[in-house]
């Protein structure tokens, strides 16, 4: 009912910047909360950052001040600008939304994945 589609990740040198991109297609009323999560290898998934409908946003203490996130309702699409890249943001960067379908808010979509690597 609801896929993402991830895109943007690379390899970058440290200090380097990347743009992630996840747009939201399938059969769904509208997004509601959308999000950016990593995991590195032998880690668990953590929140990097959120955004509402309504564009109030919450970081990870770790991002904060280098990574933005920001959204287009009309495409539903959200974004991770990030800045300043160090070697431990190095991880595989995975999209999560949620939507209203058939009048009922489901929780928990996301994407395949797309790899960030910050390597010299």
């Known amino acids: 009912q609801v896929q993402l589609a991830e895109s943007g990740g690379a390899l970058v040198q440290p200090g380097g910047s990347l743009r992630l991109s996840c747009a939201a297609s399938?059969?769904?009323?509208?997004?509601?909360?959308m999000g950016w999560y990593r995991q590195a290898p032998g880690k668990q998934r953590d929140m990097v950052a959120t955004i509402t409908s309504g564009g109030s946003t919450n970081y990870a203490d770790s991002v904060k001040g280098r990574f933005t996130i920001s959204r287009d309702n009309a495409k539903n699409t959200v974004y991770l600008q990030m800045n300043n890249l160090k070697q431990e943001d190095t991880a595989v960067y995975y999209c999560n939304a949620d939507a209203w379908v058939n009048g009922l808010l489901t929780r928990g979509h996301w994407g395949q994945g797309t790899q960030v690597t910050v390597s010299s």
């Open positions: 399938g059969r769904f009323f509208s997004i509601n909360a």
